[in-house]
Each structure stands twice: as structure tokens, then as C-alpha cells.
């Protein structure tokens, strides 16, 4: 990006190169093809449009900032210098934040992206910034009850349950197993039933070369949603083997 000061009245004709071998700082060129993007805008700093948004902020009702990324910053083929959103608009949102807390973010993005701001989110009950938008239902989502959890006398399946966990392990605290589609009518109710195979209990095992399912220990969790534990189900596996020898197991 260059500067180039414009009289009013006079035509001016502008010439654009292009190589390949000094690119822009901060800028990554995906395996140096050439690319030209022509535009303007009056020369402004930083400050004084971050002013402009807070102001804007403070009179308004409700404020609302778009912030994310788009093919200049993010593109299959290369990768970002970091997770941060480009330039100042981490300071904007925090900003307008502060000048008027009844403000909503629009954030797009195809990759991940740091949301420091993101303490500041209102939810139904008390939000972590590792679990944000548990308790998030639009006006469009059915809310379902569960049932009472039933178990199967055969170990390999558990009916009307869709998570679980492995505490006994390394990894994510609750992991989604299995799922199934319904569709319901304006006050229909449907019982609905899950069966996790020994399946749901395996993990990628390379030095075995196939999904493996260890002895031990395992609580099956049924809740809506996640955080909200309506039912559970603890199970114990007895033997260590994988995918393929279990049907030969007795």
C-alpha cells in the first residue's frame, strides 16, 4: 500500500508492478503468484477512526462491529503468522466494549482465530473462556428432554444415550460419541434411541494398526447440553483388545 497525494480536477494515469521477490512485511504471497488489487480511500490514522467508533458506540443503542479475516489474510496453501485478528480490531471491539456494553460481534472467519474480548460475553449462566457458547439456543432450536437412561444387559450397547467419558485417559473431558437425526412436528414427542458400540469406546492405535478399546473403567453421560448432565451410566470394559478381535471375544 502506497500514498499518493490527489489534486481535485486533475486526471492522473497510475502504473502498477509487480515482482515476485520482495514481498510487502506482514504480508505472505501463496508460491509467489502475482496479484494486483486497485483502490483508494482518503489517508486516515488509526486513532482518530477508533475515536470514531467510540463515539459512534456511546450514542448508539446497540453497537454492532464485524471484525474476522478474508482472502487476503486466509487462503488454502499457506499459513498465517499467527491466530490474531489483523491490524487493530482486537483494540476496536475492545473499545466499543467499553464505550457501550450492549454491543454485538460479528466475527467471520474460515480458521481459528484468538478472541481476547471474549470475557466479556453474556450468557445465560457463568461462561469459561474454554467453553463459550454452550448455553447458546436461538428461538429456532428444540429443546429436548431425556429420558431415563436404560442399559443394555449386553455390554456392547447402550440405548437412549449420546455421550461419554474416559476419565481414566489423557484427552477431552467429554467427547461425543454418536448421534441421530429426528424430525419433529410443533409438539410431537419421539423416543429416540442411541447404541454405542464398542466403537464409541476405541481410540486410533498406530502401533497396533487398527482402533483399540482399553480395559477399565467408563461413564456414559446423557445431557442437553453438554454441561447439563441429565442422566449417566457407568460401564466397565474387561478386556483390552481391538475393533477386529472383539467379535471373537466371549
Not at 474476522?68 to 473499545?95: A, F, H, I, T
Request: with cysteine.
Amino acid at each position: 500500500m502506497g500514498l499518493f497525494k490527489a489534486q481535485a480536477g486533475r486526471v492522473y494515469n497510475l502504473g502498477i508492478r509487480f515482482n515476485n521477490h520482495h514481498p510487502v512485511p506482514g504480508q505472505v504471497i501463496p508460491m509467489r503468484r502475482g496479484a494486483i488489487e486497485l483502490g483508494g480511500r482518503p489517508v486516515t490514522e488509526a486513532e482518530e477512526m477508533l475515536q470514531e467508533a467510540e463515539r459512534a458506540a456511546r450514542e448508539a443503542d446497540v453497537a454492532i462491529v464485524a471484525v474476522g479475516l478474508n482472502q487476503d489474510w486466509e487462503c488454502e496453501g499457506y499459513d498465517r503468522d499467527s491466530m490474531k485478528l489483523p491490524g487493530k480490531s482486537d483494540e476496536l471491539v475492545q473499545r466499543v466494549l467499553a464505550a457501550n456494553p450492549q454491543t454485538v460481534v460479528i466475527l467471520q472467519s474460515g480458521t481459528p482465530v484468538e478472541l481476547p474480548f471474549i470475557r466479556y460475553l453474556r450468557c445465560r449462566d457463568s461462561a469459561s473462556e474454554d467453553d463459550i457458547v454452550h448455553r447458546q439456543h436461538p428461538c429456532c432450536y428444540s429443546l429436548f428432554h431425556g429420558p431415563k437412561c436404560r442399559q443394555s444387559r449386553r455390554q456392547r450397547k447402550c440405548p437412549n444415550l449420546c455421550r461419554t467419558v474416559r476419565r481414566n485417559r489423557q484427552g477431552p473431558e467429554k467427547e461425543l460419541r454418536d448421534f441421530i437425526k429426528v424430525e419433529l412436528g410443533a409438539g410431537e414427542k419421539k423416543t429416540c434411541s442411541v447404541q454405542l458400540t464398542m466403537k464409541a469406546f476405541a481410540y486410533s492405535d498406530t502401533s497396533a494398526n487398527n482402533s483399540t478399546v482399553d480395559a477399565g473403567d467408563y461413564k456414559v453421560l446423557l445431557g442437553s447440553p453438554s454441561r447439563d448432565i441429565k442422566e449417566s451410566v457407568n460401564m466397565f470394559i474387561e478386556t483390552k483388545a481391538s475393533l477386529l478381535e472383539y467379535p471373537k471375544l466371549k
